[in-house]
């Protein structure tokens, strides 16, 4: 039998324990999640009848700060992918050096069937549900797969009306007149692209002589595609849940997202049409996609998406994670061994975090910073970290993904330093 997702997730941190030396009890900290809420939503559907839906929050690690992290809507959400996707956070906010802990939730359902008003409910019903779990200083939500402002903005606003109090620093992505940050709706996005910005050069890879395959044409994926074709990389291929598409000569990516939205149908607020429907271009599936023979592969869609199964047919030389979790820790081996240089998730995709904290601490102060200023301090950090965790990656011979938990894990080790005082008085230890 497979592992579970975090099982698999939990051996990354096995690996990068072997290069750092903290104490044991910060790792026994670290293998739990400090709070984790299941939740049932009661939503009145359209048609009268009344629905209930699973959902989930879990704080992992609250070490650094207040827990942080997106809510998800997906017929594959669980308590185990969100408690996974939390965890990970927990890394990707240290690595980031960002004041916070690990959060994560979701609702496990398809969205795309529900109408834009039941999806209103449906988001104001799960605050209702997690409002005392949750709160600016406390736990901080964002958006995810299948989430976005509008629902991001429904959410902040339920919030504020349990508290009677206008809280926009307990969510963001909100929208920008909703107190949402400028940038933060391609943050992952740009994010991703100023650390292929620092790493490609290391590697003598120029943007005209090297192509690139994306899984995933969402909020993530599109942006990413527009920024490395207007750089001048070769993007030849791109995907979404129903398929993708390929040309050898690249493809003209802001047709394809135009294509994207000028024809998406008015069901709830979701894209319906598909890259697939560009007939010009060769048709492949997800998994030919991801087997394509280019310099640069991007997942961007979902976890598990490399696995064992498929991880032999890889051709691409480098791999850089957007998507959350989307290669196993076993499929991770193969790849090393067969020299494929893999930038993880917890760096790659942690734009998406880091302008979110801009955003609350926009939200905090009451002053607003302009696109180019947040563009301009996302690069800023992005670069830095991405350099850190290269030098240590360098000088230990090991690979981007355990250098980037050894790194996060200095950091979270240094910070329950200091907590594990209260730890030894609480326990009654010397
Ligand atoms: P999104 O909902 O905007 O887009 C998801 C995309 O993936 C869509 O194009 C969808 O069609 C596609 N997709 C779904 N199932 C697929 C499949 N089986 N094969 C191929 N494509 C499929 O979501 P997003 O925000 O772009 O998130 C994508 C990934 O990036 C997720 O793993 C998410 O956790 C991660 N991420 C997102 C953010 C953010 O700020 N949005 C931040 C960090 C990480």
Known sequence: MSDSLFTDASKRLETALKYVSISDDVIEHLKYPKASLSVSIPVRMDDGSLRIFQGYRVRYDDTRGPTKGGVRYHPNVSLDEVQSLAFWMTFK?????????GGKGGITLNPKTLSRMELERLSRSYIDAIADFIGPDVDILAPDVYTNAMIMGWMMDQYSIIRRQITPAVVTGKPIAMGGSAGRDGATATGAFFTMEAIL???????????VAIQGFGKAGAV????????????????????????????DIPSIRQYK????????V??????CNIVEHEIVSNEDLL??????LIPAALENQITEDNVDTIKAKYIFEVANGPITSAADKRLEAKGIYVFPDILVNAGGVTVSYFEWVQNRSGLYWSLEEVNQRLRQKMIEETEKIWSVSQELAISMRTAAYVHALNRLGEARKVKGTRDYYVNGKD
């Open 201 to 211: 050069p290391k590697f003598d890879l120029i943007p005209q002589e090297t192509t």
């Open 93 to 101: 906010c240290a690595v980031l050096n960002l004041p916070y802990g």
């Open 270 to 275: 979701y894209c319906q049409s598909s890259v």
């Open 224 to 251: 990413l595609a527009e920024l490395l074709a207007k750089a001048g990389y070769r993007v030849v291929a791109v995907s979404d849940s129903q398929g993708g598409i390929y040309a050898k000569k690249g493809l």
């Open 261 to 268: 939205t000028t024809t998406q149908g008015v069901k709830a």
């Open 291 to 296: 087997a394509l023979d280019v310099d640069v």
